[in-house]
C-alpha cells in the first residue's frame, strides 16, 4: 500500500476537522447595547383628605428600605404647613401617615427616600 493512500483520508479527517470548530468557536465579549433594567424602588401610596384631615397609607413591595415623610400645604395664608416626620418602610410593611390644617387642605405629598 503506498503511503499517499494512507495520509489522503488522515489528511482531509485533520482539514475537517480543524475547520468545523472554527465556526463554533466563541466571539469575544461586546457590549449588547442594552441597559440594565434599573433597580425598582419605591413605596406605593394613596391619600385621603377629609375636610382638614389627611391620612396616608404607603406600602413597600421591594428590598430596600424606603423613608417616606407626608407633606401638608394649607389653602390658607395663615394656616402652618406641614412637614411629617420620616417614617422607614421595610421590606413588605405598610406605614400610615396623618397630618392636618386649621382649615382646608391645599395640596398633600409624600417624598420617598433610599435608605442605605
Known sequence: ?????SLAP???ALALVLSLPYDA???ALVPSGHKPAPQLFGA???STVR???VV???HNPYVDTDRVR???ECAQWWDIDTD?????IGPAMTVRLAGRCWKEVGAVWISHQKVS
Request: charged letters at 20%; hydrophobic letters at 30%; glycine letters at 8%.
Open 25 to 27: 468557536e466563541s466571539h
Open 56 to 58: 396616608a397609607y404607603c
Open 51 to 53: 375636610g382638614s384631615h
Open 44 to 46: 406605593s401610596c394613596r
Open 10 to 12: 488522515v489528511t482531509l
Open 70 to 72: 407626608l407633606h401638608i
Open 1 to 5: 500500500m503506498r503511503l499517499s493512500r
Open 84 to 88: 411629617g416626620s420620616p417614617a422607614d
